[in-house]
């Protein structure tokens, strides 16, 4: 195995070990006073991302990935740190200010890294195997640290901050040993120019759209409503309880990001990509119509196919990307996703201070029913080739 994917696997632990992720959302709602204002914070970050993420995507691909990934690193250090600060909503904004640029630099350098990586090996065919290899440690980490987290933050929130500073200052060490792929493209034509052949091929081609929307929806739906699942649950279970559900949340995500190779290759992206999201509608439904005290275990069995479904998402796109601007086009995508997700986070949180977390959370989840028929007609249309 190539010393980048071991290393890489690592990284992406340490990048979502955090002993306050799972009770984010209670935590900046009390510092900033209401539900609304708390979701702003995870809105400021994904449209701070948004602004940052084309710049940030075309500098991968002409600077390099090893790089691009250490900025993101550095640039998440800093946001946990003012996260950690916290005298007021204003340190909060700068916290989700930094993490909005980390993520910019992350997001489309990160599977570039891993398939470029890959491709020195003439191995990119098995770009979806090691994807969902390396992507278990995310879930893993939040898994560990979830239990952990809601304990602390049971006796100290601000303490459950401060201690995920330490995986982030390792994430940094890190990321400076892993190598730059020998056939990572570095471009040095004109940005703009760049960028402008990225968008024509999102243009012309129509499977590449169509992928693209159905990702900007399910992403812009599905995070934030995970992130302010704890908002609900903790109507339901006391703080302590909810590392609970992240810890098998986690771990059935973990499984299918493990398995995800051997589903795709059995079943293929798109049969997963409809099964997954069906069983997801369905028991998010479910749990949020009758809301008990088990609502919050039934929507974790909807977590194995989380990782399986992210796997076959970003396979299915990294095939329609071209080489030198797959992290561009990446890029571009994210930008759509991360706009997206800031409109509908500070909404839901908007919306839960009015009617509920329960409602608020139900609106979401069948507002992302039509992507399943998109997913559907991309079936029918490979199924007639």
Same mark, same amino acid.
């Given at each position: 195995?190539?010393?980048?994917?071991?290393?890489?696997?690592?990284?992406?632990?340490?990048?979502?070990?955090?002993?306050?992720?799972?009770?984010?959302?209670?935590?900046?709602?009390?510092?900033?006073?209401?539900?609304?204002?708390?979701?702003?914070?995870?809105?400021?970050?994904?449209?701070?991302?948004?602004?940052?993420?084309?710049?940030?995507?075309?500098?991968?691909?002409?600077?390099?990935?090893?790089?691009?990934?250490?900025?993101?690193?550095?640039?998440?250090?800093?946001?946990? =740190?003012?996260?950690?600060?916290?005298?007021?909503?204003?340190?909060?904004?700068?916290?989700?200010?930094?993490?909005?640029?980390?993520?910019?630099?992350?997001?489309?350098?990160?599977?570039?890294?891993?398939?470029?990586?890959?491709?020195?090996?003439?191995?990119?065919?098995?770009?979806?195997?090691?994807?969902?290899?390396?992507?278990?440690?995310?879930?893993?980490?939040?898994?560990?640290?979830?239990?952990?987290?809601?304990?602390?933050?049971?006796?100290?929130?601000?303490?459950?901050?401060?201690?995920?500073?330490?995986?982030?200052?390792?994430?940094?060490?890190?990321?400076?040993?892993?190598?730059?792929?020998?056939?990572?493209?570095?471009?040095?034509?004109?940005?703009?120019?760049?960028?402008?052949?990225?968008?024509?091929?999102?243009?012309?081609?129509?499977?590449?759209?169509?992928?693209?929307?159905?990702?900007?929806?399910?992403?812009?739906?599905?995070?934030?409503?995970?992130?302010?699942?704890?908002?609900?649950?903790?109507?339901?279970?006391?703080?302590?309880?909810?590392?609970?559900?992240?810890?098998?949340?986690?771990?059935?995500?973990?499984?299918?990001?493990?398995?995800?190779?051997?589903?795709?290759?059995?079943?293929?992206?798109?049969?997963?990509?409809?099964?997954?999201?069906?069983?997801?509608?369905?028991?998010?439904?479910?749990?949020?119509?009758?809301?008990?005290?088990?609502?919050?275990? =039934?929507?974790?069995?909807?977590?194995?196919?989380?990782?399986?479904?992210?796997?076959?998402?970003?396979?299915?796109?990294?095939?329609?990307?071209?080489?030198?601007?797959?992290?561009?086009?990446?890029?571009?995508?994210?930008?759509?996703?991360?706009?997206?997700?800031?409109?509908?986070?500070?909404?839901?949180?908007?919306?839960?201070?009015?009617?509920?977390?329960?409602?608020?959370?139900?609106?979401?989840?069948?507002?992302? =029913?039509?992507?399943?028929?998109?997913?559907?007609?991309?079936?029918?249309?490979?199924?007639?080739?």
């Amino acid at each position: 195995m190539h010393k980048n994917i071991k290393l890489l696997s690592v990284f992406n632990f340490l990048t979502d070990f955090s002993f306050f992720s799972p009770v984010a959302i209670i935590y900046f709602s009390r510092v900033s006073g209401s539900f609304a204002l708390g979701m702003s914070i995870f809105s400021i970050a994904m449209i701070s991302s948004a602004v940052f993420e084309i710049p940030t995507g075309v500098f991968s691909d002409r600077i390099g990935r090893k790089k691009t990934l250490v900025l993101g690193s550095i640039a998440l250090l800093l946001a946990i =740190i003012f996260y950690a600060l916290g005298f007021s909503y204003w340190y909060l904004i700068i916290g989700a200010l930094f993490e909005g640029l980390s993520r910019a630099f992350y997001s489309g350098n990160n599977d570039a890294l891993l398939y470029d990586t890959l491709r020195d090996e003439q191995n990119e065919k098995e770009f979806h195997e090691y994807l969902g290899k390396t992507s278990s440690f995310f879930q893993f980490a939040s898994a560990i640290s979830a239990g952990l987290g809601a304990v602390i933050a049971y006796f100290s929130f601000p303490l459950a901050v401060w201690l995920t500073v330490i995986p982030k200052a390792i994430g940094v060490f890190v990321g400076l040993k892993i190598e730059e792929p020998k056939t990572c493209s570095k471009e040095s034509s004109n940005l703009y120019e760049h960028l402008n052949v990225a968008i024509k091929e999102f243009v012309k081609n129509k499977k590449l759209r169509l992928l693209s929307l159905s990702s900007i929806i399910s992403y812009s739906l599905n995070e934030p409503s995970y992130q302010f699942r704890s908002a609900f649950i903790n109507t339901l279970w006391p703080v302590w309880a909810i590392g609970t559900t992240n810890i098998i949340s986690s771990l059935g995500a973990a499984i299918g990001y493990l398995y995800s190779g051997k589903l795709i290759k059995k079943f293929g992206e798109l049969k997963n990509l409809i099964a997954g999201t069906i069983y997801g509608k369905i028991v998010n439904i479910v749990a949020l119509v009758y809301p008990t005290v088990f609502s919050p275990l =039934i929507m974790t069995t909807s977590s194995p196919f989380f990782g399986t479904t992210e796997v076959a998402k970003t396979s299915l796109l990294q095939k329609e990307f071209t080489d030198s601007q797959r992290a561009t086009m990446s890029s571009l995508n994210s930008f759509a996703s991360s706009l997206a997700f800031g409109v509908v986070s500070f909404g839901l949180g908007f919306i839960a201070d009015i009617i509920g977390p329960a409602k608020a959370l139900l609106i979401t989840t069948t507002l992302g =029913i039509p992507i399943i028929f998109i997913y559907l007609h991309l079936y029918r249309k490979e199924n007639i080739k």
